[in-house]
């Protein structure tokens, strides 16, 4: 009964935004941490951005300062606003959701949306 639906991947021109959104349900959002990982072809999929039950975000390198995630817990929505694209953000990006339940780890991941920056 777990899902998270994301949406808003699409083709942009290197320069434009985009943004995600990843609708949580079958989980209690406001205890869980959010994240943004992303997976291009033949790479390893890498984290993005997180935000934590407190809204505190970290991001990566490659996106710091383009990138902004957010969490809407009264509709169980974590977003990813994505400004500056480049070629190199070209990826499948997932949602995903971590809670740890005394210490053993629980996962959840949406099914990942396209993002393909290209001129």
């Known amino acids: 009964q777990v899902q998270l639906v994301e949406s808003g991947g699409g083709l942009v021109q290197p320069g434009e935004s985009l943004r995600l959104s990843c609708a949580a349900s079958g989980i209690i959002f406001s205890i869980y941490t959010m994240a943004w990982y992303r997976q291009a072809p033949g790479k390893q999929r890498e984290l993005v951005a997180t935000i934590t039950t407190g809204g505190r975000t970290n991001y990566a390198d490659s996106v710091k300062g383009r990138f902004t995630i957010s969490r809407d817990n009264a509709n169980d929505t974590v977003y990813l606003q994505m400004n500056s694209l480049k070629p190199e953000d070209t990826a499948v990006y997932y949602c995903?959701?971590?809670?740890?339940?005394?210490?053993?780890?629980?996962?959840?991941w949406g099914q990942g949306t396209q993002v393909t920056v290209s001129s």
């Open positions: 995903n959701g971590g809670h740890y339940s005394d210490y053993v780890p629980i996962d959840y």
